[in-house]
């Protein structure tokens, strides 16, 4: 083989190395891209569930005898009638559940979505149970006809909206 063949040859290898490098170098990144990308992670999933409002520590001790003090903040979460426990995401739509004691004493329905690898609950809409019935839940005042998702005092005449219980004879009863 001649010198300048010999060159050519370097020349031809060194420049493929480099092409695989490259293309090693760009599918690291496309993999990264991948792991990192969360539209690509598993879907957050929809949920129809029937229990109580808890106080998560408070259940903890008495299940498990967890240290918790008894001089504690409560911890508020959902305990459904299948006995699974939820912590609840504290938003505009679920804050009522956390400050209204009224509905702390009702059997409640949540529907709402749990997320891959968690117990975390987040409440799309609320309903609540009465003999076997289901029933919408809201807040209302009366003399503006505005309906809102938690207590307080209307947003027109501020005057304190009303706890509403409405029966939906044809809502199903989940287990
Ligand atoms: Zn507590
Ligand atoms: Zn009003």
Request: overall charge positive; proline content about 10%; aromatic content about 0%.
């Given at each position: 083989m001649s010198?300048?063949?010999v060159n050519?040859?370097?020349y031809w290898v060194?420049?493929?190395i480099l092409t695989l490098a490259v293309i090693g170098v760009a599918n690291t990144h496309r993999q990264n891209a991948e792991t990192n990308e969360p539209l690509n992670s598993p879907a957050a999933q929809e949920i129809r569930l029937r229990g109580r409002i808890v106080c998560l520590p408070e259940e903890m001790h008495k299940l498990y005898h967890a240290d918790v003090?008894?001089?504690h903040e409560h911890l508020y979460g959902f305990k459904a009638t299948n006995e699974a426990f939820y912590t609840l995401l504290r938003t505009n739509l679920s804050e009522a559940l956390f400050i209204d004691k009224r509905l702390q004493e009702k059997e409640l329905i949540i529907k709402g979505r749990t997320f891959p690898k968690t117990q975390i609950?987040?409440?799309i809409s609320l309903q609540s149970v009465h003999n076997g019935i289901v029933h919408e839940l809201y807040y209302y005042c009366e003399t503006c006809a505005i309906r809102t998702v938690a207590p307080g005092d209307c947003v027109c005449?501020?005057?304190p909206v009303e706890l509403v219980e409405k029966?939906?004879?044809l809502a199903p009863l989940p287990d």
């Open positions: 010198r300048t063949a050519r040859l370097i060194s420049g493929l003090p008894a001089n609950l987040e409440a005449c501020q005057a029966p939906l004879k």
